[in-house]
C-alpha cells in the first residue's frame, strides 16, 4: 500500500502538467459568443468610441452579419 | 558594562525562544486561521511596498486597443475565472477556501502596473500562480487590458467578450 501514495502523487503531479495553458486545447469545448444578446444591448446608444463595445461589435460582426462577406465569395 | 550584558542575554534568550516557538509546532499553519491584525498588517503592507517598489517603472502600453480585450478575455475565463470571479457569477470553492482570499476582480481595477507585475511575477505564499515563464508581456498586457474593464462589464457582455471563437485565429503562442 505504501507504495501507492508516492505513485499517486506522481500521476497527479503528471496529469497537472499535461493540463498547462495551451489556447488550442480548449477549442472544443469552446462556447460561441452569445451576440444575440448584443440585439438587446441596444447598439445605437451603446458609445463607438468605447474600447469595450468596439471589442463585442468585433466579435459579433462575422455572427450577426455574415452575409457581408466580400464580392468575389458570393 | 552591566547594560550591554543584559541587553546580550535579552538578545540570545529572545532567539532561543523565537527557534523553540518554531520548532514547538504551535504556530497555526492552517489557511482556516485567520493571522492577527499585526500579522495582517506585516503582510499586506510587505506585498503592497514591494509591488510598487518593482513595478513603478514599467511602461504601460495602450489598454484602449478592442484586440487587447478580445486577446484577453478568454484568457482570463479559462485560467483565472476560478479564483478571481466574474461578472453575475457566484463564489467559488477556490474564492471562499484560500487564504489570502484572492481579490474579486469584478468588484475594482487596481493600478495597470501592479496587476501586470502581479500577474507576471505571481505572489508567494498566496494562491497567486506566476504567469510570466508560461506567458509572454503581450499576452499578460491583454488580460490587463480586460481587468481594468472588467468591473463595467455586465454578464452578457463578459460571455462575448471570453468566449474563444473558433473561427478567430489566435497568434499568441
Not at chain 1, 471589442?55 to 468575389?72: F, R, S
Not at chain 2, 478575455?73 to 479564483?83: A, F, I, K, L, T
Not at chain 2, 463578459?158 to 503562442?173: M, S, V
Amino acid at each position: 500500500m505504501k507504495i501507492f501514495t508516492p505513485l499517486l502523487i506522481v500521476t497527479l503531479l503528471l496529469t497537472l502538467a499535461a493540463q498547462a495553458h495551451d489556447p488550442s486545447q480548449h477549442k472544443d469545448k469552446a462556447e460561441k459568443p452569445q451576440c444575440a444578446a448584443l440585439k438587446d444591448m441596444d447598439i445605437k446608444k451603446m458609445d463607438k468610441q468605447d474600447p469595450v463595445t468596439q471589442a463585442l461589435i468585433k466579435k459579433c460582426m462575422k455572427q450577426l452579419h455574415p452575409e457581408e462577406k466580400p464580392e468575389t465569395e458570393k | 558594562m552591566a547594560t550591554i550584558k543584559t541587553l546580550l542575554l535579552a538578545t540570545i534568550a529572545l532567539c532561543i525562544g523565537l527557534a523553540a516557538f518554531i520548532y514547538s509546532g504551535a504556530y497555526p499553519v492552517g489557511a482556516d486561521v485567520p493571522h492577527t491584525a499585526f500579522t495582517n498588517w506585516v503582510l499586506e503592507t510587505l506585498r503592497d511596498r514591494s509591488i510598487e517598489r518593482a513595478s513603478k517603472d514599467i511602461q504601460v502600453p495602450d489598454l484602449d486597443d478592442p484586440e487587447l480585450l478580445i486577446e484577453g478575455g478568454p484568457d482570463y475565463n479559462e485560467m483565472c475565472v476560478g479564483c478571481h470571479l466574474k461578472p453575475g457569477g457566484k463564489e467559488s470553492e477556490l474564492s471562499q477556501g484560500l487564504y489570502p482570499a484572492p481579490p474579486d476582480l469584478t468588484k475594482r481595477a487596481s493600478d495597470p502596473r501592479r496587476q501586470f507585475w502581479a500577474i507576471k511575477h505571481g505572489i508567494k505564499a498566496s494562491g497567486m500562480p506566476a504567469w510570466g515563464p508560461t506567458h509572454d508581456d503581450q499576452r499578460i498586457w491583454a488580460m490587463v487590458a480586460f481587468l481594468q474593464k472588467l468591473p463595467e462589464l455586465t454578464p452578457q457582455q463578459y460571455q462575448i467578450l471570453t468566449a474563444r471563437d473558433e473561427e478567430a485565429p489566435d497568434h499568441h503562442h
